[in-house]
């Protein structure tokens, strides 16, 4: 579904008439549950979702999947749909609900096109069994979900008292104490790939000391009895990809980074080093480890953008702080690519910088953000402000960045979905001209 959407899964139900599949919707700031039962279900060739319960009077959506050739099918979609007090609102339908339709469709048409293009690239290669933590994360969500379109089997590693996915069965899973390296459920044995994601947010509140050492323990410690856990199995697996960030560089102002740059010495410096340096043992024992360097991932469903998107759309997204601090980002998509990319060529070792080629600063950001969401940004923001809102956190996080770039990914044969900046954000928020 779409990013900007804001749509929340609560229960997948199975393709088969009769099974009901729930998820919540954003209406404003309204959430609102909507039930879609399925019906009029032909196995590879269409199925219908019928709305019963959710924001629209009526709604019916036809899904037809028509075999062209081999290589090629064709998919049209019929929607009938009715808003609540047809007589009294039926007439706003084409100035509210089909533009909201049409950048649906649109985005659906792209991302399966983007997913296939992707697919394709390692289509001669074997698909692999892989296992995942941080699997219920804003990154983690979107690559299960597109390792398991690409033909992958896909399993997810959960803490303890996680609760398991909607979509997932419970076979799929394996359980254990992140902090003792125990698994209490399933078996880490037989698989080819390891994707460790998990850890607490580091821009989710400020950064007292007891946060700070959360945000260390719960990167370092389960990297590290990960790491001696599958170094012992009998059979482990051939690949471990870990995940890290561009702040494993520091503040470095204007400096053109890339991964032969020297780690900085402050807070998330050190961190990423510890993270990075976690993984050794595995190393050691003959896995394949990739550092997976994240810079600013882009999407309404979390992270920076989730946070700028309010103050954006009232025309108060003017720079911040000055607004010359270096902003590396990257979209969803490409992150998940990249990640897939990474996993599929087994050539590609050590760390990679995920961020797009084309980095901007946070006044460039401001005025892109403001064009596409068609909102002037004229009010800056100090930074002082963000000092006293946020404090330590918002300095490092939100006043200071880094030039950054995906030396060893461009080099390894990846190509950017969106490399543009403009361009990631009309696509994951709707505004596509």
């Known amino acids: 579904m779409p990013e900007w959407e804001g749509i929340k899964p609560m229960n997948a139900g199975r393709l088969v008439n009769d099974d009901e599949t729930v998820f919540k919707v954003g209406l404003g700031p309204i959430r609102m549950k909507w039930i879609a039962k399925h019906h009029s279900v032909v196995p590879g060739e269409s199925f219908a979702d019928r709305m019963m319960k959710g924001p629209f009077g009526a709604w019916n959506h036809v899904h037809n999947f028509n075999t062209v050739s081999k290589d090629v099918t064709e998919i049209s979609d019929n929607v009938e749909y009715r808003l609540p007090f047809h007589i009294l609102t039926g007439w706003s339908a084409g100035l509210t609900v089909l533009p909201r339709i049409r950048q649906m469709f649109n985005y659906r048409s792209t991302r399966v096109t983007n997913d296939i293009r992707q697919i394709q690239a390692t289509a001669k290669l074997a698909r692999k069994r892989v296992l995942v933590s941080g699997s219920t994360g804003m990154i983690g969500l979107q690559l299960c979900a597109f390792l398991e379109t690409a033909g992958h089997e896909v399993h997810r590693l959960l803490r303890v008292n996680t609760k398991l996915p909607p979509d997932v069965n419970s076979t799929q899973i394996v359980r254990w104490n992140d902090l003792t390296g125990e698994v209490v459920e399933g078996d880490m044995n037989g698989f080819d790939t390891i994707i460790h994601l998990a850890g607490a947010g580091i821009g989710d509140k400020r950064w007292s ?29 051939k690949t471990l990809m ?16 890339d991964e032969s740059s020297s780690p900085g010495n402050e807070f998330l410096a050190e961190i990423c080093g510890e993270w990075e340096n976690a993984s050794t043992v595995a190393s050691e024992a003959g896995i394949r480890v990739l550092h997976l360097r994240t810079g600013i991932v882009v999407s309404p469903l979390g992270g920076a953008l989730a946070k700028l998107l309010l103050p954006a759309q009232l025309g108060a997204g003017g720079p911040v702080g000055g607004g010359k601090q270096m902003q590396s980002w990257i979209s969803l998509d490409d992150e998940v690519y990249a990640i897939h990319h990474l996993m599929m060529n087994d050539s590609c070792e050590g760390a990679y910088n995920l961020t797009a080629p084309n980095t901007v600063n946070q006044k460039q950001f401001a005025r892109v953000l403001g064009r596409v969401l068609r909102r002037p940004g004229f009010m800056p923001l100090p930074g002082f402000v963000i000092k006293l809102l946020f404090g330590e956190m918002g300095k490092k996080l939100v006043l200071e960045g880094q030039d950054v770039r995906p030396t060893r990914l461009l080099e390894s044969g990846y190509e950017f979905t969106y490399p543009e900046l403009e361009m990631c954000l009309r696509n994951c928020l709707g505004k596509m001209k």
């Not at 007891?210 to 199995?233: A, G």
């Open 209 to 237: 000391k007891k946060r700070k050492q959360l945000i260390r323990d719960s990167r370092v410690i389960p990297t590290e009895n990960l790491s001696k856990l599958i170094s012992k199995l009998d059979k482990p697996p």
């Open 242 to 257: 870990c995940g890290s960030a561009i702040g494993f560089y520091g503040e470095r102002g204007t400096e053109v980074l």
